[in-house]
């Protein structure tokens, strides 16, 4: 059950980082509302989720998928480019999540 907390801890990360952009630097009010909840759901849901996982653990898979997934966001919904470095900046950061995974 930790595993789908951390996951949706995640999902709600990634719509906060996705609002954030849309709020044009905090111009628009309905974004903003957005990411108030999404970062609010974000950071309860973690917080959950540490009630049976490992602070060190949890975070770095917290924050490296959500990276990963925010880049995928960003390619896909806002036409960002990605190149060479930043594949292999995803790529490490996958390489470091399964290392800590191997705990």
Request: charged share 10%.
């Amino acid at each position: 059950m930790a595993y789908i907390i951390l996951a949706s801890a995640i999902l709600a990360e990634v719509f906060g980082s996705t609002m954030l952009k849309l709020s044009e630097g905090f111009q628009r009010k309905v974004p903003i509302l957005g990411v108030i909840a999404g970062f609010g759901l974000a950071f309860y849901l973690l917080s959950l989720a540490l009630l049976d996982l490992p602070l060190g653990f949890s975070y770095a898979i917290w924050s490296g998928a959500g990276t990963i997934l925010t880049v995928c966001i960003g390619v896909f919904l806002f036409k960002e480019r990605l190149g060479k470095k930043r594949i292999y900046g995803i790529a490490f950061i996958m390489v470091g999540m399964v290392l800590l995974n191997m705990y």
